[in-house]
């Protein structure tokens, strides 16, 4: 488990800093003169203002540093990293213009005691009024984690740590037909020029396929296709969308694999009350022909099925859905609560009542543009009463 000190300390100090500017003390009472039977009723305007500067200084510094990040586990030692994220609105000229969606750049690098690194670059910009959309993302990556087979009846005891090395590029445009469809197109480039067991780690329980067979360059291209009535991409109050795509990967492009994949991602945001947020997703996943594990349907993650470790359970197709329930708390924090089931399978036909998976959590969201409605999102989600701790940006979905 990753515990991320920085994030939690400011935290802390936002939240006692909070606690001191609000409470309102006096070093004497207070008299009034023309009526003593009447206590003075305590005006808070101020102390909002004083929170308001707060947060605004908090957003400046948010907007202008990265965080630093911390953390110790098993696979890794100890790590060491910087992340960022920036949002705002490309062409606008106030950024609570919710006319134009919100466009975000979020960048991380980490480096452990182990030789091992991560560093992912993205960005998510909005152009010309929404008319336009391009997605790119960069990575490189040399990192372990747990690998425990395929199917959905994996066992935790089957686990064993292999070490992935990738260089991936991903770009997509996507163009709006009218104010509810867009179409465009989407390319992936993925060089695995690592997959294998960790040596001097915690070896594979059995035989597992051979592993360094999944190594190689996944080159792809395809369709984009979504209708989207959200009134913000980042963190929807009211609307839906729901994404189509379908991507081919093969000789002709440069693959060294060949396979099809097909997604389906249906959302809908419903707001009853102020400040209260039903979210809910139905997503699928289906692969098919020769299918790199590490390309496979990957249940679990920080975005669904939240308490699954991301790849406990894998295969050619995936159906998952989720709800979440997103309330105010106090000035920027808000929170949530979520539940999820799954399942994966070779094919459709493969599905069973004794395969779904049940997870449940609940998390803190805390605003670092209140403009964009950027939130640096914690959850706890529990899979099996066990716990997985996720700390990222923006909400889940």
Not at 204 to 214: K, M, P, S, V, W
Request: aromatic content about 16%.
């Amino acid at each position: 488990m990753r515990i991320y000190f920085l994030l939690a300390v400011l935290i802390f100090l936002s939240h006692t800093t909070t606690a001191k500017v609000s409470l309102g003390f006096y070093d004497e009472p207070i008299e009034i003169m023309m009526d003593t039977t009447q206590k003075e009723k305590v005006d808070t305007t101020a102390d909002q203002s004083k929170l308001d500067d707060f947060n605004k200084k908090m957003e400046k510094i948010v907007r202008i540093f990265p965080l630093p990040v911390v953390s110790y586990s098993a696979e890794t030692d100890w790590l060491f990293g910087l992340t960022k994220i920036n949002s705002f609105r490309i062409g606008a000229d106030d950024q609570y213009d919710e006319s134009i969606q919100p466009s975000q750049v979020t960048a991380l690098f980490y480096l452990t005691m182990n030789k091992q690194y991560k560093g992912v670059l993205t960005s998510d910009l909005i152009f010309s009024e929404n008319k336009w959309e391009s997605f790119t993302q960069i990575m490189f990556i040399d990192f372990p984690s747990y690998y425990f087979g395929i199917g959905d009846d994996t066992k935790l005891e089957d686990r064993c740590w292999v070490d992935t090395e990738n260089f991936g590029i991903e770009q997509s445009i996507v163009y709006q037909l009218n104010e509810t469809y867009y179409i465009g197109v989407k390319y992936l480039f993925n060089n695995f020029l690592k997959v294998d067991t960790v040596a001097d780690a915690e070896q594979c329980a059995f035989n597992y396929e051979n592993l360094d067979e999944n190594e190689g360059i996944q080159s792809g291209i395809g369709i984009r296709a979504r209708y989207d009535t959200r009134d913000n991409r980042l963190s929807a109050r009211k609307g839906s969308a729901i994404y189509f795509e379908f991507m081919n990967y093969g000789k002709w492009i440069g693959s060294e694999f060949e396979y099809n994949s097909l997604t389906i991602d249906l959302r809908k945001f419903i707001t009853p009350i102020k400040g209260l947020t039903l979210a809910g997703q139905l997503y699928s996943e289906a692969k098919f022909g020769n299918v790199p594990i590490q390309s496979l349907s990957l249940m679990g993650g920080d975005d669904m099925m939240r308490g699954v470790y991301h790849g406990r359970f894998r295969d050619k197709t995936m159906i998952e859905a989720q709800v979440e329930l997103r309330f105010p708390i106090f000035w920027v924090f808000s929170g949530a609560v979520f539940t999820g089931l799954g399942e994966v399978a070779p094919d459709f036909n493969s599905y069973t009542w004794d395969g779904v998976k049940w997870t449940y959590g609940a998390g803190i969201r805390l605003v670092v543009n209140e403009a964009t409605r950027s939130n640096l999102r914690f959850d706890v989600g529990v899979f099996e009463k066990r716990p997985l701790f996720f700390f990222t940006y923006s909400e889940a979905f």
